[in-house]
């Protein structure tokens, strides 16, 4: 038997990678504020890949600023 080490988010989800749970711990606080703004006419993607790429690049900007806030 093998003990692993993974990561538990306040929703329940497991993560093996300490920064994809982070990730999604931030959508989690983020999302609806997230949503509306890609459904708002200043998200020029409107497309399910483009929508996909442009929530990930989002969550990954709220992130960094919270781990580089000077």
């Known amino acids: 038997m093998k003990t692993i080490q993974a990561f538990m988010t306040e929703d329940g989800q497991m993560f093996a990678r300490e920064e994809k749970a982070k990730l999604h711990e ?13 459904n708002s006419e200043l998200n020029p ?26």
């Open 26 to 38: 931030m959508f989690l606080e983020k999302k609806d504020i997230v949503e509306d703004f890609l």
């Open 45 to 70: 993607y409107k497309g399910n890949a483009h929508l996909t790429m442009a929530r990930q690049t989002v969550i990954n900007w709220e992130l960094w600023k919270t781990q580089n806030a000077k």
